[in-house]
């Protein structure tokens, strides 16, 4: 059984900065892709970005162009959030995902193992 487990997140001005993990165990984590998924409250679960198995393939979300980087550890089974310019818009509970299948888009259906979440607070 895989998990995944979220760290990172917090209380931060707009414009700072903050960086999540996500470590998982239990499974073959160097062939999956992964993804980061946020929910707002009172909104649906919505695509942030996503990365290959090799790391060789990123995408995001319009609203996090430019701002969000996403980047993974294969070594340390770790993939990571590192988000830049924060904006109050950017609160939210953001989640880990993982594909066995190594997809790497924006469908959260296609995704077979998730984290808990972990709280982003931005303050405007």
């Known amino acids: 059984q895989v998990q995944l487990v979220e760290s990172g997140g917090g209380l931060v001005q707009a414009g700072g900065s903050l960086r999540l993990s996500c470590a998982a165990s239990g499974g073959t984590f160097a062939r999956y892709g992964m993804g980061w998924f946020r929910q707002a409250p009172g909104k649906e679960r919505n695509f942030v970005a996503a990365?290959?198995?090799?790391?060789?393939?990123?995408s995001y979300a319009d609203p996090v162009k430019g701002r969000f980087t996403i980047s993974r550890d294969n070594a340390k089974n770790t993939v990571y959030l590192q988000m830049n310019s924060l904006k109050a818009e950017d609160t939210a509970v953001y989640y880990c995902?993982?594909?066995?299948?190594?997809?790497?888009?924006?469908?959260?259906?296609?995704?077979?193992?998730w984290g808990q979440g972990t709280q982003v607070t931005v303050s405007s």
């Open positions: 995902a993982a594909s066995r299948a190594g997809y790497s888009g924006t469908a959260s259906r296609y995704y077979n193992y």
């Open positions: 990365i290959g198995w090799s790391g060789g393939s990123t």
